[in-house]
């Protein structure tokens, strides 16, 4: 599985490179500014791309409009943000795209090898994973949507926005896959979405959650991972 990073801290580049090649990936190419990025994903089309949010030369977002510029050129494009702060409207800028899996961790999740490395193989698959600090703070700033919840149905919100399947979810929470499935079940009832979204469902509830009223139209094209149960 090939992969282009774009990352200017020669030590973490470097780092990441020696991890993923230590797992089964192809490091194609280490991008440390914007444009470099964006000609090496041209160049490479990878099959998922590593992007930090701040990059040369002022580090404030010129990462992450790069990775939105290259889903724009290349809508199946799977990106994985790291950044070392929670950017919250990047955070949900970046989930309101259409196309391939997406994914935003904070940067000390690296350290974990084995989450860091199950979340990119998850984002390369199609599906999403969300730092749950990050989700943390958008559901501090954004609880309107889901006022209708239960407790119950807010964890299980959390951890599809995490992109969980039903499964996990179920291990996590200590419920049965059938309580799962009533649960979200619910959450589609009260969120108002109708069963003629089919599987998109799953994906339309993840952006209410993080998106609160008036923010971004959700896509209706972006399945997350875990849909394939149930809901």
């Known amino acids: ?16 490179k020696l991890l993923l090649d230590s797992v089964g990936f192809d490091t194609a190419a280490i991008a440390g500014d914007a444009a470099g990025f964006l000609t090496a994903v041209r160049d490479h089309r990878p099959d998922v791309a590593i992007v930090d949010v701040r990059l040369p030369p002022s580090f404030r977002d010129e990462g992450i409009r790069a990775a939105l510029e290259a889903r724009r050129q290349h809508p199946d494009l799977p990106v ?3 950044s070392q702060y929670v950017e919250q409207q990047y955070a949900t800028e970046l989930l309101a795209t259409t196309g391939g899996g997406v994914g935003y961790l904070l940067k000390d999740r690296v350290s974990r090898v084995d989450e860091f490395v199950d979340a990119l193989r998850r984002v390369a ?44 979810i179920a291990d996590r929470l200590v419920i049965t896959d059938n309580g799962v499935h009533k649960h979200i079940g619910n959450i589609f009832t009260k969120l108002g979405l109708a069963v003629t979204d089919s599987g998109h469902r799953r994906v339309l509830a993840v952006l209410t959650y993080l998106n609160g009223p008036g923010g971004l139209p959700p896509p209706a ?9 149930g809901h």
């Open 221 to 229: 094209d972006r399945v997350c991972d875990g849909g394939r149960r």
């Open 1 to 16: 599985m090939q992969v282009v990073i774009a990352e200017d801290n020669v030590l973490l580049a470097t780092g990441l």
């Open 125 to 168: 698959a199609g599906g999403t994973a969300m730092d749950t600090e990050v989700i943390a703070q958008l559901l501090a700033r954004r609880r309107d949507p889901i006022a209708v919840l239960t407790p119950r149905e807010r964890e299980v919100l959390a951890l599809m926005a995490q992109g969980h399947d039903n499964t996990t």
């Open 80 to 82: 994985l943000v790291l």
